[in-house]
């Protein structure tokens, strides 16, 4: 990506909102074409079958779906027309979009291609209601689910090489000032696909020699919180409440629904102790790296994956190009996500709630600890598959922390975000 590009929150998308249309008329003119060429017609795959016949005989779902076109219609969008016409070319593109994996260029990442399929549609009033219904989310699930399954086959190297993934541009953009890509994360020279053996092991990439290059601040000091992912801050808010407006401006932390506690697990402590304490939020970049590490030394208490919405976004952002940036608190409250429940060791901390967030087609979250693992500061404990979105720190209140300053300045940078390593410093406890 040219460093001109301007890019959203992570720069999963461009900004630009000609450059996205001018790649949805490519998609939909490849489609069209591949179409009229077939021998035979390409159906739809089996999942978005199942999706298809689940909207037609749920009149109420059938209706949020042919709406939001038809509100769409009526909207201003950057090519002057909807490119994206019906239900049932929303769902040929999908189709065309499973079979492929996002292409890396220098005019701009284009990381949610489902999301720009979907991206003025879902901001209609219908759209809204439509992808924030919990039957549509479940039953769409199948569907990013399958082409997951083609990012995790070996289908999708030879797609990731011819997407630019592994060219030099690219493997720069991933490197570290003095250490390049091949120096910096495990693969093998030798192979064209550099050992990777499928797109999602190589966005799942793990570092050589992770203590050199991500050293833990302060390892056997409990006085320092560190950085659970590589992140740019987002946001830190002090004094969060049980509940709030979280879809207003400013999308203020409810905590009720941050951490789901309609939906308690066994062994989490009630929301209500994090009432008046502090949540810090972070977001990944696209190139960045995906796993997540335990900010601190501790036990794990509870652990447990949320299932979310998909392609929702905050009411005050509907039909707007900066949606994704504007969305990012709303999205923490209703994305899928994973909870990791932790005592820390040091008292002054207590139990703190670590929250993994996807995003879109981002959000599939997988853990690598259970309930009663003891963790040291540092170690592994999740990963997002595909990539990732962002990430919130939940602390109780009573709990002293200073944050570096690029956390403090967080919105103020909101233009030029400064990135936090992986087990960097982020903040100090107090006495």
Known sequence: MS???????????????????????????????????????????????????????????YVLFTDM???LSQKVTPTGYPQVRSFEHMLELVNKVMRTVPAFTDSGLVGFPINVILNWAMGTQAGFAAFLNKDVNREFKPVLDKWAEFLRSTDSKEPMLKAGWLSDEALRKMSDPGKNFKQLFRCDETDKYLGFTSWNDFFTRSFRDIDTDRPVHGKDDNRYVVSACEVSPYRLREKVALYDHFSVKGQPYSLAHLLDTAHKGVGEPDAGQF???????????????????????GKVLACRKVPGAY?????????????????????AHVATRALIFIEADNPKIGVLCFVAIGMAEVSSCVLSVGPGDAVAKGQGIGEFQYGGSSHCLVFKPGVKLDFVDAVKNAEADRDK??????????ATVGD
């Open 417 to 426: 975000p400064t990135k936090i390593l992986v087990n960097a410093l982020l």
């Open 3 to 61: 460093a001109d590009i301007a890019t959203q929150v992570g720069e999963w998308l461009p900004t630009d909102q000609v450059m996205l249309a001018t790649w949805l008329d490519d998609l939909i003119k490849e489609t069209t074409e591949e179409v009229a060429a077939a021998a035979v017609p390409i159906g739809l795959d089996q999942a978005l079958e199942v999706f298809r016949d689940f909207v037609y005989v749920n009149p109420e779902v």
């Open 311 to 331: 392609y929702s976004e905050a009411p005050a952002a509907l039909c707007d190009p900066a949606a994704p940036d504007i969305s990012q608190g709303y999205i």
């Open 69 to 71: 076109f038809e509100q």
């Open 275 to 297: 009432v008046g304490g502090t949540v810090y939020q972070g977001f990944l970049a696209a190139l960045n790296y995906h796993r997540w590490h335990s900010p601190v030394a």
